[in-house]
């Protein structure tokens, strides 16, 4: 298999090139000479696309992406398209339920995973746990549950008969397996999730108030109407931010142009409102 190994000039650099030579790969290798400065630098799994490119021109069978710490993984199909966190657990958490190794057949999300991932779920007899955003909370509640397969959307994903954190070079192995094992490209295995579209636009408010936006009546009232509107097609999700002054707005629906509107909109209302 030829795979291109975007290494984010961080901690991957030596261990997946290796990893992957080792298994028999022609490895193309791209950010693999980390100098203490350049970690993340337009590259790796925030920056996608390079290896989107160089994939399609390399014609390789796959990309991986790692962040500089290495804990997440994003990849890229033969055709350039990028595959995140969700499908990643999509494909592999579909393909270790046939095998008998999902743990209660269960994985562990956030909220922020795309609505198509819990349909996904709904569809193949999986059973979805929500926690908050956070791989902590994901892994807390992977115990108390006993559930081996875990993760985000951004490519934190937990195999946790393996380990308690995310890993991306486990992630790989683990999405490359289900390659080898069925045969099939990427681009195909990726059909098991329909992506939902996502809008999602932040609002700037006083830190001491981002918990308290439902106490506004006129923005209770907004995203209550909101709720109605995409009820059943899609979903809307307000949630401060752990860290910033914000209030994050998420929609998804089925039309890109009309939740970007209603998120821009929602939005722009909570911030005139709580300055």
Partial sequence: MK??????????FYTSVETMKELGAEVVAIHNNPDGTNINANCG???????????????AQIG??????????MAVDEMGNIVDGDQIMAIVGTHMKAQGKLNKDTIVATVMSNLGFFLMGKANGI????????DR???????EIGASLGGEQSGHVIFLDENTTGDGLLSALHLLQVIVETGKPLSELKKVMEVMPQALVNAKVPN???EKYMDYPEIAEAIEVLNKKFAGEGRVLIRPSGTE???RVMIEGKDQKMIDQEARKLAE?????ML
């Avoid at 795979?3 to 991957?12: F, Q, T």
């Avoid at 909370?137 to 115990?143: A, D, F, Q, S, W």
């Fill in 3 to 12: 795979i291109v190994l975007d290494c984010a000039e961080g901690a991957a």
């Fill in 45 to 59: 799994s925030t920056h996608m696309e390079e290896l989107q490119a160089r994939v399609v021109f390399e014609k």
């Fill in 64 to 73: 991986l992406a790692f962040d500089g710490d290495a804990d997440r993984l």
């Fill in 127 to 134: 059973h979805m746990e929500q926690t908050k955003v956070g």
């Fill in 137 to 143: 909370y994901v892994l807390e509640r992977m115990r």
């Fill in 208 to 210: 001491h108030k981002k």
């Fill in 245 to 247: 002054p914000l209030v």
């Fill in 269 to 273: 209302l909570i911030q005139n409102i």
